[in-house]
């Protein structure tokens, strides 16, 4: 696995590897992360990928980062 590029955001990390023919965009937050794996061919490069992070995209994925830190932070309560 190859880093091909760390895409610049100001709310998280955003890295893309290459892969098996696949591209993988890790998202991370804190001690949270998210990773989505997306066949090459479904892509044209790092030009689409960055269109595939639009804004749209990027609130569900911080809206998820959200949900997932309310999870975890309630599962650690119970404990």
């Given at each position: 696995?190859?880093?091909i590029a760390d895409i610049p955001h100001e709310a998280c990390k955003i890295t893309v590897f290459a892969w098996n023919s696949r591209y993988i965009?890790?998202?991370?937050k804190g001690l949270l992360?998210?990773?989505y794996k997306v066949d090459e061919f479904e892509l044209n490069?790092?030009?689409d990928i960055k269109k595939l992070l639009n804004?749209?995209?990027m609130q569900q994925a911080l809206e998820r980062f959200a949900a997932m830190r309310s999870s975890l932070q309630a599962a650690l309560e119970q404990i």
């Open positions: 696995m190859r880093v965009i890790k998202l991370e992360e998210q990773t490069g790092i030009d804004e749209k995209f």
